[in-house]
């Protein structure tokens, strides 16, 4: 018993910037019974992010188990901190320029539930054992719901939430039933051991895939992925602008990281070249529902005219991009997939932000509605279109580094296993390119080319200097991140196979 | 030299942004220094006689600073920025610096959104002189894409009529081949190694055979196949296709007339004059030096495939009524014929080639200035509304003849070159069926010269008639200065690479000779 404190005590600064966090968190909630000034409130959240973002710098920088191994401590789940905090960061202003939140009474509540949500995505890229990720997890997915509600106003949005809650609900579920399969046949509670694959390996194809499957279904509906998608365009509609940012980026990234672990774990480097687990085919399982996700967002999306639902259907379409590192089991596909995620996540950022000011100012909705207005508002629609050029992927843009990555990673895989569904990934993701093109330009199609209709001609101009230092700065990040990509790719490089991460 | 070459434009652009855009005469005076200075530049870098003896391998004005390097766990992929220019681009550089000057001395007349219009027009440009001095894929495709967006938005906003649907279908088509250059990058990224080891991406590695790193998935022993047709044949396919829908050639070239037809007259020379000239240099520069083994294979299918543009396009344009889309084809005619030289793979043949390109880059941008100059008159370009025109404008009558007359190819005049060396070439190749191909070109050579003296008939000759006399009469007057200025200048490039072709052809030989041995 002496043992076990001793270890947790130890165990503490590893956490130090989750304690930030919860520190933060209290401050938040005791400052709310004093002042219910909006601006405060943010400039707490942000303070909080940014000392627990630097005291990250001050944890240890050793690969430990810590908790008794509830959680795991390793260059990974340092990098991927950092990246998880910083895009909290870089989220955060979109609260202050979303008028439908800013303007909320529940704003301290919104806001504190988006320090919850970073707190559980820390634990969740940590978590090694089934309880802490079952936990972590389900927190992530009830406060997603709780965001999304507090910010709900209109039938729309509520109907949206019930059918975000519902789905997710019946999702984690199964992912639970995964779960009890998966610690049944192998007897092990710790996903990452190697007793746990030990154990795996010696049970039936039948079981393994049954459990894997259940338990890979709660990822799809986080990950939006077809079948699990229904949600995402309904919530993407009803949705404000500040709290869909957040769902579009966080919890997926955890997620994201999460996933990778567990999958990269069944993968062994021989001769460079890693060998792929036998008993669960996982190429073709999950290279399946990519090429699913692949057809369906881009085939649906042409027939769409809500621009927050193309948006929608756009975040499938790159999270299916994102994903195919996940079957590509070379050592740099996780920085390669987190490179990737960070582009995706400033090209949301500045989309959303861009489409805040235009709804806040011009109720833009509908794709029509949009149209001419750059003769009132020049520069957000350059914001808007650079976020947009980078999801087609242009050079000098980071989705372009990103896009590059994908097809080179898969085509090396392809030469060295020959899976047949890689290549039809490949042909499918060439094809994809070129529809985006049509689906990410009929916005600024109708933006720039066409005149303002006479009914809008005494619309009013978006001043917002905050905005355009915002916008001017993500922009700079897209941008460099597309010419120097190395700026990014020193700093989340990692050696050898993603699970014996070691500091360099 | 050649980065200030490419990267004149973005200081240009910097003091755009700085400058109110009221003033509209500063913009322009600036717009039009910076591409007096790139001119300045392409002569200077033109006139150096080292030119004459650089070739892929041994580039001149070369610099190379590392940019990129990517650590793929065994081996490092190494990206340079590295610049330098050959026999090859030397002409084209400053083929495309002339036609940039004479675009925007035309721009002149554009007075909607001048700022935003004259940064885009030097991104643009940038993204030209980078596109011919690169020397490694990567950064050669960079600048490649980077002429996609300004030319969608110059397309969208400045352009006439069906500019929306002109503008997406451009950007679409040449996407498409954007996307199939990424993908065989993509591949050759993990193919080819310089002499430490290092993955690269330079022109002068990839156009080694020796370089491929055994095993990789475009070695020459690799044995994955799909369709019965190995890799590397797939992708020189895939870089040909991408190649061939930006020069365009039949069957990728629907964009052109539609794109060629809404855009705004300067961007309509600059399309025609230099940037189907890039589809072609690319081809040169990296479709065959990369894949020399197959070229032979496709040899026959490329040569087809040209001399039935050069008769296709000559049909069409007989067939079109509207004077850009007639034009618009004769672009398509005519780039058939660098298809053929290509195909033809000896020294003839790609001199011809390469002469056609310089050659065509004055031309079509003089065709596109003479329809442009009538349709900034009237805002009609349908050959019906116009008759006798001689009688208002003599002086344009003069020299729109000597354009029509040059590009018809007679003799004195660059395109006769051209066109010759390219049949004799074809002659002398070892394809199939070279007579039957010349004779189809022959074909194609008579049905220009029919659409293009018919034009001429219909719209100068005769009795004066207009479809709207009364107003025409009062815009319809003779040309200003800029306008016979830019005329004369792409007429006195034309009459003088007509008259002294060695110009080009001794400048070119030794890295033309290069490629050759690489065949």
Known sequence: MKELLANNFESLPYLLPELCLFVGILVQFAWNLFSKKPINHILITAITLIISCASLSLSPKDEAFIFNELLHYSNLSFTSSYVLLGLGILILPIYYFDTRVFRNKALPEILMVFLCLILSGLLLIKSDNWIVFTLSFESIALLSYLLFLLTSNDTKSIEASYKYFLFGVVCSAFMLLGIGILYAITGEINAFSSNFLHQLSMQASLFISLGLWLFFIGFFFKLSLVPFHFWAPDVYEAGSNAVLTTLAILPKFAVFIFLFRFVHQFSFTIDNYPLIWPKFDFVNNLGFILCATFILSNTAILRVYSFKRILAYAGMSQMSFMLVFLLIFSNQALSFGIYYFIAYALGTCLVFVSNTLLENTYKTYHIEHYTGLAHKSFFVGIFLLIGLVSFIGLPGTAGFIAKFFVFSEAIQFYSAFQHQIVLFMIILALIVSIISVYYYLCLPLAYFFKPLPQTQRNLAEIESKGFYIYAVLLSLCIVVMGLFPNSILNFIHFEANPNLFIFP | ????????????????????????????????????????????????????????????????????????????????????????????????????????????????????????????????????????????????????????????????????????????????????????????????????????????????????????????????????????????????????????????????????????????????????????????????????????????????????????????????????????????????????????????????????????????????????????????????????????????????????????????????????????????????????????????????????????????????????????????????????????????????????????????DTALQYILSIL
Request: glycine share 6%; aromatic share 14%.
């Open chain 2, 1 to 508: 030299m050649l980065s200030l070459l490419v990267f004149i434009p973005l200081l240009a652009i910097i003091a755009f942004v700085v400058i109110p855009s009221k003033h509209k005469w500063v913009i322009q005076v600036l717009s039009l220094i910076s591409t007096g200075i790139q001119l300045a530049i392409a002569i200077y870098v033109f006139s150096a006689p080292s030119i004459a003896h650089s070739s892929q391998a041994h580039a001149d004005f070369f610099t190379k600073i590392d940019w990129i390097s990517l650590n793929l766990s065994t081996v490092e992929a190494k990206i340079y920025y590295s610049l330098g220019i050959d026999g090859i681009s030397a002409p084209l550089i400053l083929m495309s610096a002339i036609v940039l000057l004479v675009a925007n001395i035309y721009s002149l007349h554009i007075q909607y959104r001048v700022k935003a219009y004259h940064i885009l027009f030097q991104v643009l440009s940038t993204a030209i002189m980078g596109c011919f001095t690169a020397q490694d894929l990567f950064l050669f495709f960079l600048f490649f894409e980077f002429m996609l967006l300004p030319l969608f938005f110059l397309i969208g906003i400045w352009g006439g009529g069906r500019k929306e649907y002109a503008a997406i279908k451009f950007f679409v088509y040449t996407f498409i081949g954007s996307v199939l250059i990424l993908i065989v990058m993509a591949a050759l990224l993990f193919s080819y190694q310089d002499a430490q080891g290092n993955l690269s991406l330079e022109f002068d590695i990839l156009s080694q055979l020796k370089m491929l790193k055994p095993g990789s998935i475009l070695s020459l022993d690799s044995t994955l196949q799909f369709f019965n047709l190995e890799v590397r044949a797939w992708a020189f396919l895939l870089l040909l296709v991408a190649f061939a829908i930006k020069l365009p050639s039949f069957p990728f070239h629907s964009w052109l007339p539609d794109a060629h037809v809404e855009a705004p007259t300067p961007i309509s020379i600059i399309l025609a004059g230099i940037l189907l000239k890039v589809g072609a240099y690319g081809i040169i520069r990296i479709a065959i030096p990369i894949f020399p083994d197959i070229l032979p294979q496709f040899a026959d299918t490329i040569s087809i495939i040209g001399a039935f543009s050069i008769l296709y396009g000559a049909l069409n344009a007989l067939a079109s009524t509207d004077l850009k889309r007639i034009i618009a084809f004769s672009s398509v005619s005519h780039m058939g014929f660098v298809f053929m030289g290509i195909a033809a793979s000896n020294l003839q043949g790609y001199h011809g080639a390469l002469f056609q390109l310089v050659s065509h880059g004055f031309l079509s941008a003089a065709l596109f200035l003479v329809v442009g100059i009538l349709y900034q008159r009237t805002s009609y370009r349908e050959l019906s509304g116009y008759s006798g025109l001689y009688h208002l404008m003599p002086n344009y009558t003069f020299l729109t003849l000597l354009v029509f007359v040059a590009s018809i190819g007679v003799p004195g005049f660059s395109a006769f070159i051209a066109e010759f060396m390219v049949i004799t070439g074809v002659l002398s190749s070892g394809l199939s069926y070279p007579i039957i191909l010349s004779l189809i070109t022959a074909l194609g050579l008579i049905f220009g010269s029919v659409y293009f003296l018919r034009t001429y008939r219909k719209v100068f000759m005769g009795n004066l008639w207009l479809k709207e006399s009364t107003e025409w009469l009062v815009f319809l007057k003779d040309l200003s200065l800029s306008e016979k200025f830019c005329l004369s200048l792409l007429l006195v490039c034309s009459i003088g690479l007509g008259l002294y072709p060695n110009l080009i052809f001794d400048m070119s």
